[in-house]
């Protein structure tokens, strides 16, 4: 356990623009910042970053938070170990008791996988730098490959010995479980039970996530074993921890200059982006060998919308350059393509110059993907017009997926000329294609939605959904779908419609939002969700102002200071109440005994509380929903206070009592209240009670009839 001393020396030092800002190019806007969310796809800039409260929220998908549970989203962390990620960033010691079983059984398997290939990291390194064969055979790789010790240990560039269990041996004794080893990769299992390692013999390179942990690991095979052999590399399967196709190799390493160059080159292989480091150029990233998926580009579009696609200048360099790259353009990316000399590849190219001369032959030779692709096209097209077509129905594709209208314009208009085509012609063709793909996009959508009914129906009759995977090949059956699954699937509301949700979605690991928030639909009782929606407006101002103090005169003129929260608590104490939410009543009982503190502050206390529950809803309560300019003169809340905090419980009261006096007429119409004749005077008593109170409630308001 981290003691809580230890974990506000955590919260104190997290700087939140500093945390996000390394997944999250920030613009400043107003007192804020904002960037594309790192958590939906963001077309346009939704997620905000308030520097001041320490807090950072999407206004579109409602995920959001203080730093620690930014990193405990973003890197699927627990809370502790989010709280271990972010005191390592800072340099604050931890010291903790030694873990409980309990605790134990607490770390997931994501977390010992991680353990167990930051330790292979520090082995295959260790073995590298410090042993007889790693200097021999994997150091001696690197070195002739030019590369300096510097970039050796920025990218953590290791060797595995050329030993059937030289780490599985190793590790066992570290105490980490075969089973752990195997799901990472490291190593597998042999018919008879034998572990044996699977990376032998091979310089080792480590992929790392946006905040630094190994995720897995690539090995290339050094000797005479490359001759004939069609897999030089081999790297980490999926798991919990990794999938290739999300991951961008270097990213980690690169993610700062990229941001603050606003341009990423994309190259091939690891040895690319080793080489480009090295002679000074850090924003690159590889896709290693794998087509360009939508996961990756939204990756990369945390950082920058420009990207520079570099290649060999072979037909191979340029069938790559073509490969996928209508992705980018549909993620509204500035896509470039540049093709070095013939016989260079990414490496050699940068072993041969400086990082000012690599810079000014991207801006020489560097070309804009559509106007390379037509100027390439055409070229192979020559003067036979049946090719022409299809060149000009392959470019018309790639600018239909473009979301920019104005950018599709541009690039139709320059189509037009470079083709000697009518514009009007492209532009009549351009549009079928966007309303084919909006067709195509929503018979996905019905598909998928389909499958997962179809899913859910065979999980109800008791099958598992992978056996029913297994059965269907993912394809729902014929007759299972149900009629409402085959109609239109309505459009997604608009980002105006999404800002003014209360409720965002749920989130995988913090509490969702509607767990405390009120929703009508959550029960047919209206006055009981107009209940619990004031309790939420109530909590909101205990968040930001419970310790303020309330200052009233008595009858003889004398003033008196009250606490926010302590007045709350007293005004529903002294007429029997509390609130229904009972993670309002634990807050609201975690704070009494504190408020008259005067070092003490409601919102940093809840903000930082160890309860995920209660730190997830202060910092939604802390969010405004609205950036306002700065020159305008809006009252501020707290002036306000004194007259907000008992109209708001009043208000409050009025409808907890109405709704006891609709509850008690209810029960005047119960046979057995009817019957029993002392039953039914209690209720009637008390109902009789109970409007007085609504009455003199609905005079101090001023704005309630009440009907007799």
Known sequence: MIDQQTVDRIFDAADIYDVVSEYVTLRRSGASYKGLCPFHDDKTPSFYVNPARGICKCFSCGKGGNAVTFIMEIEQMTFTDALRHLAKRYNIEIKEEAPSKEELKLRGEREKMLAANEWASQFFYNNLM?????????????????????????????????????????????????????????????????????????????????????????????????????????????????????????????????????????????????????????????????????????????????????????????????????????????????????????????????????????????????????????????????????????????????????????????????????????????????????????????????????????????????????????????????????????????????????????????PPMDAYQPQAEQTNDKDMAKILGMETLIMRMIVRYGEFKLIFEDADGEKTQVPVARFVKEELEVDGMNFQNQMYVRMMDSILGRVDDAEFSCSKFFLTSTDLEVSAFAANMLNDKYQLDSKALVEPEESTLSTSIPRLLLDYKFYVVRREIQMLKKQLTDRNVICDSEKMMEVMKRSKFLMDIQKKLAKELGDRIVSA
């Open 130 to 510: 410090n042993t007889p064969e790693g200097q021999a055979v994997g150091l001696a790789y690197f070195r002739n490959r030019g590369f300096r010790d510097d970039i050796i240990e920025k990218f953590r560039l290791g060797y595995a010995p050329d030993k059937w269990d030289a780490l599985s041996k190793e590790a066992q004794k570290k105490g980490f479980k075969d089973e752990v080893l195997v799901s990472t990769s490291l190593a597998y299992k042999k018919d008879n039970g034998q572990l044996n390692d699977k990376f032998r013999g091979r310089v080792m390179f480590p992929w790392f996530s946006l905040s630094g942990q190994v995720l897995a690991f690539g090995g290339r095979v050094l000797d005479a074993r490359t001759k004939g052999v069609n897999q030089k590399y081999i790297n980490s399967n999926d798991s919990e921890i990794y999938h290739k196709q999300r991951e961008l190799y270097g990213l980690f390493q690169a993610k700062r200059q990229i941001a603050k160059e606003q341009q990423v080159y994309m190259v091939e292989g690891y040895t690319d982006v080793l080489s480009m480091h090295q002679c000074g150029i850090e924003n690159v990233v590889a896709n290693s060998g794998t087509a360009l998926n939508d996961a990756q580009i939204r990756l990369l579009k945390r950082f920058t919308d420009n990207i520079t696609l570099i290649y060999d200048g072979d037909e191979a360099g340029i069938h790559a350059a073509l490969r996928g790259t209508d992705m980018l353009l549909a993620q509204n990316m500035n896509v470039k393509v540049l093709l070095l000399p013939d016989g260079d590849d990414p490496d050699s190219f940068a072993r041969k110059h400086n990082a000012q001369q690599f810079r000014e032959y991207v801006t020489q030779n560097q070309t804009d993907f559509i106007i390379f692709k037509i100027n390439h096209l055409l070229s192979q097209a020559s003067n036979d017009p049946r090719k022409r077509s299809e060149v000009t129905e392959s470019i018309l594709q790639s600018i239909s997926v473009i979301p920019d209208e104005i950018v599709r314009s541009t690039y139709l208009h320059e189509c037009s000329e470079m083709m000697n085509m009518d514009e009007q012609m492209l532009l009549r063709r351009c549009l079928q294609l966007i309303r084919q793909h909006r067709e195509q996009k929503q018979k996905e959508k019905e598909r998928e939605q389909q499958r997962l009914e179809y899913l859910e129906k065979k999980k109800q009759a008791g099958e598992t959904p992978a056996a029913v995977e297994a059965q269907t090949n993912g394809q729902p059956q014929v007759g299972d779908v149900p009629q409402a699954m085959q109609q239109d699937i309505p459009e997604e509301t608009n980002a105006q419609t999404q800002l003014e949700t209360i409720a965002p979605p749920v989130q995988p690991t913090t």
